[in-house]
């Protein structure tokens, strides 16, 4: 069996009694990129920090190439542990040259410091900037002399926290594509944390999604994003709308048509989850709407709230007449309906997820990230 390039065992971190990092475990192979996705105070960079090795866990291990470099008793320092380190400020010195600061920490004589350096200046385009200072350069330009400098040393692992936040939006995503290429050439193992859903489906091989210090999901970007865990999973990486029901004789209603929810006793109230893209509309045809369809069950009529053009896609409101709830859907390109206007709504049945009920209001409002 393979040996995972950076493995970490049941770390936990506590602070004030209270476990900031609970239980994380974690495997990353040579040239694989993990990404530890979670909102702001979830433990991600705690974590982070403890692999570094410039904070000590309360418990658990950390192996890098199958050997131990860290545990409440035997600890490799920082220094020799061959783990690069980017984070949002670029902490470039102002005081060195851009081949200074790529330089910084490398050994060997001037020559083949000089070589490394032009080395990786030319991979990412900066080579013109060698000998030019940190603040002759633009944000972007200043992000790839960082990733220049951290790969100098030929690390084996990349920790990268938030790394790309800093930076506009236009350049961010090319930012982020000439990052990754790099890094998988150089065969380098990548935990990057992000709480940003997008970034990390754009950039991950894994996903590990962390909430409360814990990892609740982890796997590829897809079966992250179509096999949630819970309802706060399918909320994380986008809208959701969520009707609430009860369960009798192993099935819900809902304005849909019945869900089954087999197992769930009678009389449990369950949450009905799925996402804007996935409601279809359908023109209102003298108070008919289409007929009803194993794939997206029966169609519920309902009136547009309110819509609104953003962008790429619109957005559109509804009031469902069944039961009132109010229910999102995206559409591509310009579609804009006057308020009022009656419409069909379905829903395709495997886009739906059917969770235990969270406490909370009982009606259908989306949720934001």
């Known amino acids: 069996m393979p040996v995972p390039r ?5 770390l936990v971190r506590l602070f004030d009694g209270r476990r900031v990092v609970d239980e994380v475990s974690l495997r990353i192979m040579p040239g694989q990129v993990t990404c530890l996705l979670g909102p702001s105070g979830c433990g991600k960079s705690t974590t982070l920090r403890m692999i570094a090795g ?12 199958g050997k131990l470099v860290c545990d409440t008793v035997f600890r490799v320092p920082p220094e020799r542990r061959q783990i690069g380190l980017m984070f949002q400020d670029f902490a470039l010195f102002p005081h060195l040259s851009v081949a200074g600061n790529v330089a910084y920490g490398l050994k060997g004589s001037k020559d083949e410091k000089r070589a490394r350096v032009a080395e990786l200046l030319e991979r990412v385009d900066l080579l013109r900037f060698i000998d030019g200072y940190p603040h002759q350069l633009s944000g972007g330009e200043q992000q790839r ?12 692992i990349m920790l990268m926290d938030e790394p790309f936040s800093g930076l506009d939006n236009r ?25 940003e859903p997008d970034e990390a489906m754009r950039m991950a091989d894994e996903i590990a999604l962390m909430r409360d210090g814990r990892i609740v999901q982890q796997g590829a970007p897809y079966n992250v994003y179509t096999r949630p865990v819970d309802r706060a999973a399918v909320a994380f990486f986008s809208d959701a ?5 009860q ?37 209102d045809r003298n108070g008919q709407g289409p007929l009803p369809t194993p794939t ?19 957005l559109v409101e509804f009031r469902v007449d069944y039961d009132g709830s109010i229910l999102k859907a995206t559409v591509p390109n310009v579609f804009l309906p006057a308020a009022g206007t009656v419409m069909w709504l379905t829903v395709r ?15 259908a409002f989306g949720e934001g990230r």
Do not use: Y
């Open 145 to 156: 002399v960082a990733l220049a400098r951290a790969l100098a040393p030929r690390p084996r």
């Open 54 to 65: 410039v904070e000590m866990q309360d418990s658990g291990e950390i192996w890098v190439d």
């Open 241 to 245: 709308n969520v009707l609430r029901a």
């Open 6 to 10: 950076l493995e970490i065992r049941n």
């Open 247 to 283: 369960v009798n004789g192993a099935l819900a209603q809902t304005p849909f048509g019945q869900f089954l929810a087999p197992g769930v006793p009678d009389r449990t109230d369950v949450d009905i989850v799925f996402r804007p893209q996935h409601v279809k509309i359908d023109f």
């Open 171 to 195: 350049l961010r995503d090319g930012i982020r594509d000439e990052t990754l290429s790099l890094l998988k050439e150089e065969d380098t193992a990548v935990l990057l944390v992000t709480h």
């Open 349 to 363: 049945r495997d886009r739906c997820f059917v969770f235990p009920a969270t406490s909370g209001k009982a009606a």
């Open 296 to 314: 997206d069950g029966v169609p519920a009529r309902a009136q547009v709230v309110r819509a609104r053009f953003m962008g790429h896609e619109s």
